[in-house]
């Protein structure tokens, strides 16, 4: 059964900062990743999707990162503003299965600071 | 390009009733997922419809179901409702890899 770990659980940064958000996942055949951010109450904005054949995606200010084989994601945010702040959800996809099926972590809470 | 859109936005209703949620999907996508969202557990895989079939679905009691229409339109229903139930419920269409999330509806059970 797949996991999915995201660390740290909430994040406080002053404006400006650069900062990583981390997850796990503990099977490693997955068709992909997707990092997606939630404002409270709000639905899921789509930030990122990295298929499993590649390493990185860049939009913008964000950075994600995919090292399938250790099971890690990282999402890189520069130059970090108060309107980043929500929470970020990492979610994979396993291969072998539906493709549509996402299992998720629970998220970092990242609030920055003016 | 119109998002995916939830209706209702919001719903109170009271344990033992039942409630049907729907959600239009981004046009041109086949495939309809459902998820719930509770502060505890977390976002949690409901089902998944393709094409009017339940491809995919999750670890709930046979109270949570769902369904589509040949136009991608997708319906969930509760029945039965119990306070647990108490939840975001969001929904997604995918035209290929990627997955578009909803707003939601919050679903109250008092």
């Known amino acids: 059964k797949q996991e999915v770990t995201q660390i740290p659980a909430a994040l406080s940064v002053p404006e400006g900062e650069n900062l990583v958000l981390n997850c796990s996942f503990t099977?490693?055949?997955?068709?992909?990743l997707q990092w997606f951010r939630q404002d409270p109450g709000k639905g899921l904005t789509s930030l990122l999707l990295i298929q499993s054949s590649q390493r990185e995606q860049t939009s913008g200010r964000l950075n994600a990162s995919l090292d399938k084989s250790s099971g890690r994601s990282t999402l890189y945010i520069a130059a970090s503003q108060p309107g980043d702040s929500a929470t970020y959800l990492c979610a994979v996809s396993s291969s072998g299965g539906s493709n549509y099926k996402l299992t998720f972590g629970k998220g970092t809470l990242l609030t920055v600071n003016p | 390009k119109a998002g995916v859109t939830q209706t209702p936005r919001y719903l109170i209703k009271t344990r033992g009733q039942q409630v049907t949620l729907s959600c239009s999907p981004i046009?041109?996508?086949?495939?309809v997922s459902w998820y719930q969202q509770t502060p505890g557990q977390g976002l949690q895989f409901l089902f998944e419809?393709?094409?009017?079939?339940?491809?995919n679905k999750g670890n709930f009691p046979g109270r949570f179901s769902g369904r589509q229409f040949s136009n991608s339109r997708s319906e969930m229903n509760v029945s039965t409702l119990e306070l647990g139930d108490s939840a975001l419920y969001l929904c997604?269409?995918?035209?290929?890899?990627?997955?578009?999330f909803g707003p939601g509806t919050r679903l109250t059970v008092l």
């Open positions: 419809y393709f094409s009017e079939t339940q491809r």
């Open positions: 046009s041109g996508h086949r495939s």
């Open positions: 099977d490693s055949a997955i068709y992909n």
């Open positions: 997604a269409s995918s035209g290929y890899n990627e997955q578009f």
